[in-house]
T-cell receptor, first 111, second 114 residues
Framework: LAKTTQPISMDSYEGQEVNITCSHN???????ITWYQQFPSQGPRFIIQGYKTKVTNEVASLFIPADRKSSTLSLPRVSLSDTAVYYCLVGDEGAGNMLTFGGGTRLMVKP | EAQVTQNPRYLITVTGKKLTVTCSQNMNHEYMSWYRQDPGLGLRQIYYSMNVEVTDKGDVPEGYKVSRKEKRNFPLILESPSPNQTSLYFC?????????????FGPGTRLTVL
């Protein structure tokens, strides 16, 4: 399984763009990169997923370089409600493997 | 409404008293999974199931059992709970057969074992 490494915490201010980077040096060919958001006492919520290059949805963008050994979740113009823990996962569901959450990054958005 | 439900949401029990936490999903998902979350340790997978009658161990399976007799249900069984199983538990499900990894999580079950 590809292990992921993320910063433990980050601070930002409302209106700023936040970039959270995840390192996954031993990512396998069939692995996808998925990001989840979790608020206290709630289950994680899917944000975005990608395989390579750039993916964008209404919530975030995901940048994946050509070597795929890292990925960056970009949250544009964060608000106080974006304060949460963000998890990066790497895995190939099709292989029947377990999906492992790392420690996550605790993002604090300040007014 | 598409959802994953867990029951009970809160449970206080004593060491050794068998308990079951139920999980049900109405999205016809093949894949279901159980996680526990502890402060400073993030989410750790206990067991997962790729489909009916197919289950596999996750990171921390010791002290837990699961069964998958029906597609929609995936109960977590603690035969003899111990205080170190005090935790917040989440059930999740997702579709299978594609690389798409979006899991849908239940609201969580907070378990305290005295």
């Amino acid at each position: 399984l590809a292990k992921t490494t993320q910063p433990i915490s980050m601070d930002s201010y409302e209106g700023q763009e936040v970039n959270i980077t995840c390192s996954h040096n031993n990512i396998a060919t069939n692995d996808y990169i998925t990001w989840y958001q979790q608020f206290p006492s709630q289950g994680p919520r899917f944000i975005i997923q990608g395989y390579k290059t750039k993916v964008t949805n209404e919530v975030a963008s995901l940048f994946i370089p050509a070597d795929r050994k890292s990925s960056t979740l970009s949250l544009p113009r964060v608000s106080l409600s974006d304060t949460a823990v963000y998890y990066c996962l790497v895995g190939d569901e099709g292989a029947g493997n377990m999906l492992t959450f790392g420690g996550g990054t605790r993002l604090m958005v300040k007014p | 409404e598409a959802q994953v439900t867990q029951n009970p949401r809160y449970l206080i029990t004593v060491t050794g008293k068998k308990l079951t936490v139920t999980c049900s999903q109405n999205m016809n998902h093949e894949y279901m999974s159980w996680y526990r979350q502890d402060p400073g340790l993030g989410l750790r997978q206990i067991y997962y199931s790729m489909n009916v009658e197919v289950t596999d161990k996750g990171d921390v399976p010791e002290g837990y059992k699961v069964s998958r007799k029906e597609k929609r249900n995936f109960p977590l069984i603690l035969e003899s709970p111990s205080p170190n199983q005090t935790s917040l538990y989440f059930c999740a499900s997702k579709t299978s057969g594609t690389p798409y990894n979006e899991q849908f999580f239940g609201p969580g079950t907070r378990l305290t074992v005295l």
